[in-house]
């Protein structure tokens, strides 16, 4: 069982930056979980942000968050962050971690529905 912890969500102004970070109860690298950022807005579906593998040799991220955000991770601390940059209103959302046991990232990273274990969501909020 890993149980996942959000934090560092908060109100920014358009063009200003948060580092969300996701702390996990258990050695999520030792147990070779990729570990990924999503996002949720009101009446919208949940969606891939990014994401990493256990060892940090391969990411992702959705083509709407390139170039701006960084997803990195701190297997030491079993930590994930999602540094997010030039923010915008679109970004706004409840930002959930999640991980993943897998041998196949490259195959099985966008779908929620692949994801073992979820944080509860700390909320983004963007103002124009």
């Known amino acids: 069982q890993v149980q996942l912890v959000e934090s560092g969500g908060g109100l920014v102004q358009t063009g200003g930056s948060l580092r969300l970070s996701c702390a996990a109860s258990?050695?999520?690298?030792?147990?070779?979980?990729?570990m990924a950022w999503f996002r949720q807005a009101p009446g919208k579906e949940r969606e891939f942000v990014a994401g990493?593998?256990?060892?940090?040799?391969?990411?992702y991220y959705a083509d709407s968050v390139k170039g701006r955000f960084t997803v990195s991770r701190d297997n030491r601390k079993n930590t994930v962050h999602l540094q997010m940059n030039s923010l915008s209103p679109e970004d706004t959302a409840v930002y959930y971690c999640?991980?993943?046991?897998?041998?196949?990232?490259?195959?099985?990273?966008?779908?929620?529905?692949?994801?073992?274990?979820w944080g509860q969501g700390t909320q983004v909020t963007v103002s124009s």
């Open positions: 999640a991980a993943q046991m897998t041998a196949d990232y490259y195959n099985n990273y966008r779908p929620a529905k692949n994801y073992d274990y």
């Open positions: 258990a050695r999520t690298a030792s147990s070779r979980y990729a």
């Open positions: 990493i593998t256990w060892n940090a040799l391969r990411i």
